[in-house]
């Protein structure tokens, strides 16, 4: 059962992923499909030499950077997951990570866009994203950064 203290207790994302439930089924969540979705969008180097997230270990660091945090921080995060997952039907009928490459492109556009409940999912999400992706030399090139200097 929903209160409102719950609500209040996980945050936004409570918020979010309880109005996103009631519109959506309640089935289980992929987390690593949706994260490998999202990171593929948001990190895609383009014409750049730098490797889309998918073939980096960028998912993986994200996942554990995630299960770092404190138990109610977890549950927020996940419930932006299914958020981000889940908001994407009543836009395209189809869940976010099913979607192809312009209608996601299209769906986060529309949360970087919108109310302020879908940008700060958004901004979220791409926050720990970028502190998987951005831990790994292989993207580094790209940015020209020559690394940490403690390490020479």
């Given at each position: 059962?929903?209160?409102?203290?719950r609500?209040?207790?996980l945050?936004?994302?409570?918020?979010?992923?309880?109005?996103?439930?009631?519109?959506a089924?309640?089935?289980?969540?992929?987390?690593?499909?949706?994260?490998?979705a999202?990171?593929d969008?948001?990190?895609?180097?383009?014409?750049m030499?730098?490797?889309?997230?998918?073939?980096t270990?960028?998912v993986?660091?994200?996942?554990?950077?995630?299960?770092?945090?404190a138990?109610?921080?977890r549950?927020q995060?996940?419930?932006?997951l299914?958020?981000l997952?889940?908001?994407?039907?009543?836009r395209?009928g189809?869940?976010?990570s099913?979607?192809?490459?312009?209608?996601q492109?299209?769906?986060?556009l529309?949360l970087?866009?919108?109310?302020?409940?879908?940008?700060v999912?958004l901004?979220?999400?791409k926050?720990?994203?970028a502190?998987?992706?951005?831990q790994?030399?292989?993207?580094?090139?790209?940015?020209?950064?020559?690394?940490p200097?403690?390490?020479r």
């Amino acid at each position: 059962m929903w209160t409102r203290r719950r609500l209040f207790q996980l945050g936004l994302a409570g918020a979010v992923t309880s109005l996103v439930l009631g519109t959506a089924p309640v089935v289980g969540l992929d987390e690593r499909a949706v994260l490998t979705a999202l990171l593929d969008r948001l990190f895609d180097p383009g014409e750049m030499t730098a490797p889309v997230p998918s073939q980096t270990h960028a998912v993986d660091l994200t996942l554990e950077l995630v299960d770092g945090l404190a138990p109610v921080t977890r549950l927020q995060v996940r419930g932006l997951l299914r958020a981000l997952e889940f908001g994407a039907l009543g836009r395209f009928g189809s869940r976010f990570s099913t979607l192809a490459a312009a209608e996601q492109d299209a769906w986060l556009l529309d949360l970087a866009e919108g109310p302020y409940p879908g940008r700060v999912l958004l901004h979220a999400l791409k926050q720990l994203g970028a502190m998987g992706h951005y831990q790994q030399p292989s993207t580094w090139t790209a940015l020209t950064y020559p690394g940490p200097l403690l390490d020479r």
